[in-house]
């Protein structure tokens, strides 16, 4: 069993964006490290707060150094991606007062963006040990 101290991804489950930004982290993402779990799934009952797992209008990351939501799970993330989109980590520079507006702005569209596919991705079986309930 993989320890829940690495960095979990948690994201909406029913939402095609976030399945996509899912399969974005798996495909650039450098050492295959982090874990993923829906909030809707147990791993985020019975690791995070209930406000968190009833918020779908952010990813969340667990992360050893704490928890993080909006902006600040994503510019965390961007270090564990390749060249060129860990850079994008520059963008960290802008205050989170209109970092985390932007963030709200494509969340509360996040389900006009993009549909959830009508077929779902197989996972690998690297992927699939880090799919968490």
Same mark, same amino acid.
């Given at each position: 069993?993989?320890?829940h101290q690495n960095?979990?991804l948690?994201?909406?489950?029913?939402?095609?964006?976030?399945q996509?930004? *899912?399969?974005?982290?798996?495909k650039h993402? @450098?050492n295959h490290e982090?874990l993923?779990a829906?909030l809707?799934?147990?791993?985020?009952?019975?690791?995070?707060?209930?406000?968190?797992?009833?918020?779908?209008?952010?990813v969340?990351?667990?992360?050893p150094?704490?928890?993080m939501t909006e902006?600040?799970a994503v510019?965390y993330?961007? &270090?564990?991606?390749?060249v &060129?989109?860990?850079l994008?980590?520059v963008?960290?520079l802008i205050?989170l007062f209109?970092?985390n507006? *932007?963030? @709200?702005?494509i969340? /509360?569209? @996040?389900?006009k963006?993009?549909?959830?596919p009508a077929?779902?991705?197989?996972?690998?079986?690297?992927?699939? /040990?880090r799919?968490l309930?």
């Open positions: 069993m993989t320890s960095t979990i948690f994201y909406d489950g029913s939402c095609g964006f976030c996509w930004a *899912v399969q974005f982290v798996l993402e @450098r982090i993923f829906p809707q799934g147990e791993t985020a009952k019975t690791t995070l707060s209930p406000n968190l797992t009833k918020n779908l209008d952010s969340v990351v667990k992360a150094s704490g928890i902006s600040e510019f993330l961007l &270090p564990y991606l390749k &060129p989109f860990s994008f980590v963008f960290k205050p209109v970092r507006p *932007v963030y @709200r702005l969340a /509360r569209n @996040r389900h963006l993009m549909k959830a077929s779902c991705h197989l996972p690998s079986v690297d992927e699939r /040990r799919l309930p």
